[in-house]
Structures are given as structure tokens and as C-alpha cells.
């Protein structure tokens, strides 16, 4: 920012020493505008902080509650990559969100080479979670788990995506262990 000094001076000639202070004078009060105005910033961010950190406080968060509920037991993997489960019977019905801890755990086939990946989505996180993946490297079931905590929205929606490869084939449990509102 460019500003006019209220005296200038040319080289060679006498400068009036009321002039010359009128010129710091000039430069100290413009110096502590600045210091003032960033004083003041300052302080307002620092009430923002403040304000929502006290929004913040202000919400009700849940505590986690222990749940141990089989959302499906030892079913076979899906051809299809949506599996919905609605877990309505299993959290709160008060229309807030919560955050679930789920286990996963699946194997495939006895048959070398096959692949299950398991994704998990919910009504909030719309892209696929991979919560674990297993392959058969002989010709016996090859066994994984996995967790993941999940936001899980009004709509009480969780997805589970089990993709194969080389038609895998196999079973998986789906475990809720524990719940807690966030909103």
C-alpha cells in the first residue's frame, strides 16, 4: 500500500526540522493503524476460535456403547457388490448419527488363486471402505478379518461390497461391536 508522505524533500536544499518531524510523526501513527487494525484481527479470531470450540462443547457426544450384534453370520459372498443392512434395530432411534465399530471376517474357497475383497459404505461415506482382502495361494480356504469405524447416517444404512475375483466363492460375518452418537 502506497501512501503520501505529508512533506518531500530535494536533494541539496535544507530540510525544516518541523517538517522532517511531521513526516515521523506521520510514519509512527500510520505504523500504529497497522498495529491496531492487527490487534484487532486478532482478537476477533481468537473470539471465533473461542465461539466454536463452545458450539463444539454445546453438542452431545455419546459415550461407546458395547453392542457384540451379528448384522449377518457366516453367509455366502454375494455375486452382487450392495448388500444393504439396516441397522434401525440396532442403534437408537432418536434421528441422530453415529459412529459403529464393525468387524468383518470372511474366507474363500478351498480352490488356489481366489480373491474376496471386502468394502464397507454407509449413508455418509458414499465410496467403498476396504475393510480387508484374502487370497488362496493353495488349495485350502484361506481365512481374513478386518474393522473399521463407520459414520453411519438417519438413514441407519450400511453397504458391504465383497468383491472376487476368478469366482472366488466363500462366506463372511459381518459383527457390530460397538456404537456412538456423534451428532
Not at 25 to 33: L, P, Q, W, Y
Not at 88 to 103: A, F, M, W
Not at 141 to 158: E, N, V
Request: glycine share 8%; proline share 3%; charged share 15%.
Amino acid at each position: 500500500m502506497t501512501y503520501g508522505i505529508p512533506y518531500s524533500f530535494v536533494p541539496g536544499t535544507k530540510a525544516k526540522a518541523d517538517e522532517v518531524n511531521a513526516n515521523f510523526i506521520d510514519v509512527i501513527e500510520r505504523i500504529e493503524a497497522t498495529n491496531s487494525n492487527v490487534s484487532n484481527n486478532y482478537e476477533d479470531v481468537i473470539t471465533r476460535i473461542d465461539d466454536t470450540n463452545t458450539q463444539l462443547n454445546n453438542k452431545t457426544y455419546g459415550s461407546w456403547v458395547n453392542s457384540y450384534t451379528t448384522i449377518a453370520g457366516d453367509q455366502e459372498v454375494p455375486t452382487t457388490n450392495n448388500i444393504a443392512y439396516n441397522l434401525s434395530n440396532y442403534l437408537p432411534n432418536d434421528g441422530n448419527k453415529y459412529e459403529v465399530i464393525v468387524v468383518a471376517s470372511y474366507r474363500t474357497t478351498a480352490q488356489s488363486g481366489k480373491v474376496i475383497n471386502v468394502d464397507l459404505r454407509s449413508d455418509i461415506i458414499t465410496s467403498n471402505v476396504c475393510v480387508g482382502r484374502v487370497r488362496t495361494y493353495t488349495n485350502n480356504s484361506a481365512y481374513g478379518s478386518g474393522c473399521a469405524i463407520m459414520p453411519i447416517g438417519t438413514g441407519r444404512k450400511l453397504y458391504m461390497a465383497a468383491n472376487t475375483s476368478n469366482n472366488a466363492g466363500g462366506n463372511f460375518s459381518l459383527l457390530l461391536v460397538a456404537y456412538k452418537k456423534i451428532v
